[in-house]
């Protein structure tokens, strides 16, 4: 590894550092939930949690992940970046998997090379195929693993999405290691992701670990774009009979039971594995065999997905007092069917009031020293045991946020007057405050 190249970069990013070796901190208790009891060390500031715009010139940020290793995912990532690029898109590719990269293989991309860097100090992605890449293993040889803990892990994933001179994409594809930990939500909490696409095999724990994987996602709300189902049926070369060695149909099976999109199920195919090996990507080397049009076939149902999402809020970071920043409010897109937990819409209607909008035309009005009250941190409620640490009595009648910040699909953190700012906000518990707040008030008349 070239370490020199990497402390220059540690350094240049140095304002990233503690916010992300807090998250991972504790990332025990986010693991068990994410919207519950998250917390950050006294004093770090939630506005590091994202950024206020964006990320400059990219349409749509879009996962690609698995509960499970071992199920093709890095292969299923590749293949679909291309596919898309067929399709006329321009693409780029991440490999967030930091400790174990695989894409410079399977794309032809020299190891151990720093990349080069633009006078504003941004790391220039390599390309191969018409495709831009950035992975952990174009600084690290082969044969040299890079030894990090959770927090840099954390810290090198965000530089390699928004420490990168990209340019113009229509989508960046970002290949998750396997689990639901520490790259999964850092991405679901700092990055505007899209949505996420879940593949698996038709094994039963496969299935089943990309259920778990799948749930994960859903309670960051993070929109499931589809899932894939790879190596599903092998076809000998040599006789032309087909064997389910995975069973067959699981994928869809489970599309069905949750109600979320099957995108396409993938073959079990020797070319697949030849052509990653050698750095030909089958989509690229073989664009007329049966593979590689089944994969166009998923590009074009995920473009599909995508052009009917629904109305998200751009993320914000929002001073309280100024209202500099404020985010939109979107009442024309209010619908009847719409999420009762998405809101559309943030105002400060009064120095003392927050009120939300949500998509099915409910607003909710919160007193902001209600919300200082419910805060669910492990600071203010015991992880454990769930009894209240909080004392009313010690939070001051004028307390008021100093600011707002989104975080991801399914939260806000609030930075408040009293120097409090580690507890997150879903909108899932947001909504549940309000109809309490609602059915006391009617209790009182």
Known sequence: MNWDWLFFWRQRSQPFTRPLIEDTRNLTMQITDPNQNQHHAPGASPQSAVSADKLPGICHIIAVGSGKGGVGKSTVSVNLALALQQLGARVGIV????????????????????PEMTPDNR???AERHGLKAVSMGMLTGDDKPAVLRGPMVGKYLKMFVDGVQWGPLDYLILDLPPGTGDTQLTLAQSMPLSGVVIVTTPQAVSLKIARRGLRMFEKVQVKILGIVENMRTFTC????ESTDIFRRGGGEQMCQEIGVPFLGALPLDADIVTCGDEGRPIVVDQPKSVSAKVYVSIATALVEQLQGGGTVLKPFVWKWDSNEGAPDWM???????????TPIGFLRRDPRTLSIL????????????DLRLACRCALCVEEMSGRKLLDPKTIRSDVSPRQIVSIGNYAIQFDWSDGHNSGIYSFNDLRALGARAAAKSIENV
């Open 331 to 341: 009442e024309g897109a209010t619908r009847v069917a719409g999420s009762q937990k």
């Open 123 to 125: 790391m220039i992605p």
């Open 358 to 369: 949500w998509e099915d035309g409910h607003r909710d009005d919160f007193d902001v020293r």
């Open 95 to 114: 490999d967030a998997d930091i400790l174990g990269p695989s894409i410079p293989g399977m794309l032809g991309i020299p190891t151990g090379e720093p």
């Open 237 to 240: 070369p040599h006789c032309g």
